[in-house]
């Protein structure tokens, strides 16, 4: 399985990121994706989920309100759309697919794809 994730950059506090993870090598309709970020000293910490059907998704408190997960089997990627950044919102933020019980665990994944930096500053 390959995840190539995009999407992040630098960004001034209060804008908004749109991150896209494109994935191949598994059925992308029979798999999870997860959004997880680790910021510099901090434990990694799972940003969003949806399940496989894009009928459940999953919000860490951080992000409730200002991100949406979506997926779009066309182009077998999913999305993570983030509004009003702060700058603790500052990690490498990596995609991941899976196909383990949805949980809002960071490490119940099987894959898991080379990050993309955000960087939100004041």
């Known amino acids: 399985v390959q995840l190539q994730a995009s999407g992040g950059g630098l960004v001034q506090a209060g804008g908004s990121l749109t991150l896209s993870c494109v994935a191949s090598g598994r059925t992308f309709g029979d798999s999870d994706f997860g959004w997880i970020r680790q910021a510099p000293g901090k434990e990694r910490e799972l940003v969003s989920r949806?399940?496989?059907?894009?009928?459940?998704?999953y919000y860490a408190l951080s992000m409730k309100g200002r991100a949406t997960i979506s997926r779009d089997s066309a182009k077998n990627t999913v999305y993570l759309q983030m509004n009003a950044l702060k700058p603790e919102d500052t990690a490498v933020y990596y995609c991941?697919?899976?196909?383990?019980?949805?949980?809002?665990?960071?490490?119940?994944?099987?894959?898991w794809g080379k990050g993309t930096l955000v960087t939100v500053f004041q």
């Open positions: 991941a697919e899976g196909r383990k019980a949805f949980t809002t665990s960071p490490y119940d994944f099987d894959y």
């Open positions: 949806i399940n496989k059907n894009g009928g459940i998704t």
